[in-house]
Structure formats: C-alpha cells, structure tokens
C-alpha cells in the first residue's frame, strides 16, 4: 500500500465558492461593473424617451386650418412686388401713381400694417 500524503491546500471539490476571497472580489467587481452599465444605459434611454417627447409636444399641429383671406385693392390697381420675413408678407401695390405698402401677418393673413409712398413729399435729409 502507498501511503497518500494531503498537502495542506484544500482540493478545489472541498472549497466552496462563496468562502473564497478571491472569489468574493470577483462578484463584487462583477456586480459593480453591471450596476454601472445598467444605469448608463438607463440615463441613455432617459434622454431618448425625453427628446422625443420634447419635439412630440412641440411639433405644430397639422390639424390647422388654413388662412384665406381678400386683400382689397382699388380698381385699376396692380401688385408690383411681394416679400416674405419673420412672419410678415408684405406686398407692394401701385394705384392711381401711388405706391402703398400692406403688411400682412403671415399666420392670420390679417393686415396689420400699411405704408402709403407718395411723390412731392418733402425731400428726405441727404445721408452723410
């Protein structure tokens, strides 16, 4: 018979996982690194969620209705020029040798201004 010698080591049959150290900082650090995925991929999809629903309410509705209105002229009236800019449609309209300038909102197509040039006015300060 031989004779079997133990080494002072435990064999890895008799060592239970959860009493290892080592062992121990390995699911530490492995609980760790998932918590710290978990939560960036949670703020991630946080800010998705949130940047959608941010241009869903401020997306303007579809379901307006459209603006048509009639800008009355005087007979024998005609347009020369129109222009668009921040909002406003302004539209140059010559009558009867006078100019006149209608400004109009571009949401409502509501005048909201109107700027009448006639000649023989007095002469404006050259500019220096």
Request: charged share 20%.
């Amino acid at each position: 018979m031989t004779a079997q010698t133990r080494s002072s080591t435990p064999s890895l049959d008799e060592i239970a996982d959860d009493d290892d150290p080592r062992i121990q900082r390995v699911y530490r650090r492995l609980r760790l690194l998932t918590l710290v995925g978990a939560l960036t991929m949670g703020v991630g999809f946080l800010s998705v969620m949130s940047v959608i629903a941010y241009r869903l309410v401020k997306a303007p509705s579809p379901g307006k209705a459209i603006a048509a209105r009639t800008l009355a002229l005087p007979a024998g009236a005609r347009v020369v020029a129109t222009a668009a800019d921040a909002g406003r449609i302004i539209v140059t309209v010559e009558a009867e040798g006078r100019t006149t300038l209608h400004v109009l909102d571009a949401g409502t197509l509501l005048e909201t201004g109107r700027l009448e040039l006639a000649p023989g006015g007095p002469a404006a300060p050259p500019i220096r």
